[in-house]
């Protein structure tokens, strides 16, 4: 309809009006996005426009180069016959072989990634998918304060690997010690961020997420570790990821506590807004309708992982004691 409202005809009558071509594409295009948006979101959850944004990112450039490609094999169709439209098919055969492919590595490193997480964080069994909730919460962070497209999945990928460091041995008898950490043991704990930094740095494509990564647990009034940097000076991404760490933090249940209510939680991050947490971040997260949608993202991240406490086992690992002790949102 909205091809032939422009003064497009059927290819075999006249060669088609390319703004009535572009105009057909793009309303499609869109349409058809959106619906399959609208019916993923009412099947699994989450905003419909979030779930359409992400699928315009991760195809946009497969049919900006397919659909000219549509309207050259129409054209050749009609001017030279199907023995010549046939050459266009090549191109078209192999730039969708191209994208298969192309998908496919991408899925395989995502996996990748979500098993070495699930490896690190067998050792811990209260932390079971907070690297994944932490991804989650970053991702909608991220798009609360303005960052979006790639930037915001860097970000999430970041927030993904943000806990890496912990893989070393020397982290394993820590992470499980029932009772309070000692002060050398506090210490070795605050290496984390660094050793993740330097595991992260070895892989040429992630060398953009080490700053976040190693500075993940910077306090925004500069008493955070492990280089006590502050303000500004923080990283944007490693703000990001240490508000969304603090979130499940306190969101999740612990053995000697259930995981607190949206109420205290939004509290607490109000409380340590210019403390611990970037203030205008802080500002932005919590007004009255964002934190609404925060607290569904909140609800749909536990949704997916239910099995990341079982309060059955009755420890208190040494990394919560401390964080018990020494305040509500601190998240190591």
Request: proline fraction near 5%; include cysteine; charge should be neutral.
């Amino acid at each position: 309809a909205t091809y032939r409202a422009l003064g497009g005809s059927t290819i075999l009558e006249a060669r088609p009006p390319i703004p009535a071509f572009i105009a057909m594409v793009a309303c499609f295009f869109v349409v058809n996005k959106l619906a399959v948006s609208i019916v993923v979101a009412a099947d699994v959850g989450g905003s419909a426009r979030r779930h359409f944004l992400n699928s315009m990112r991760s195809t946009v450039a497969y049919d900006v180069f397919a659909f000219p490609l549509i309207l050259l094999f129409s054209v050749a169709y009609r001017e030279f016959g199907p023995q010549w439209s046939a050459a266009f098919a090549i191109p078209m055969l192999g730039l969708r072989q191209l994208y298969k492919q192309n998908f496919a590595l991408q899925k395989i490193n995502e996996e990748l990634l979500q098993l070495m997480v699930a490896a690190i964080e067998a050792r811990d069994p209260y932390t079971s998918g907070h690297s994944q909730r932490v991804q989650r919460y970053a991702r909608f962070i991220a798009g609360v304060i303005g960052i979006t497209g790639k930037s915001a999945e860097r970000i999430a990928t970041a927030a993904l690997l943000h806990d890496v460091g912990k893989i070393h041995e020397e982290f394993a008898p820590i992470l499980r010690k029932p009772g309070r950490l000692t002060d050398e043991e506090f210490s070795v704990m605050k290496t984390h961020p660094d050793k993740g930094a330097a595991l992260v740095g070895k892989v040429t494509h992630f060398l953009d997420l080490v700053p976040a990564i190693q500075s993940h647990h910077e306090g925004w009034d500069g008493r955070g570790y492990p280089r006590r940097i502050s303000g500004e000076n923080i990283p944007t991404a490693a703000r990001v990821i240490a508000l969304a760490d603090t979130v499940d933090a306190m969101c999740s249940s612990r053995p000697y506590r259930k995981g607190l209510s949206p109420e205290v939680v939004r509290a607490e991050i109000e409380k340590q807004s210019g403390r611990q947490f970037d203030p205008k971040m802080c500002s932005l997260l919590l007004q009255e309708e964002t934190w609404r949608q925060m607290v569904v993202e909140i609800a749909m991240a536990h949704a997916e992982h239910p099995e990341a406490v079982d309060p059955s086992l009755g420890i208190i690992t040494a990394r919560e004691t401390n964080e018990a002790g020494e305040t509500l949102v601190s998240a190591a």
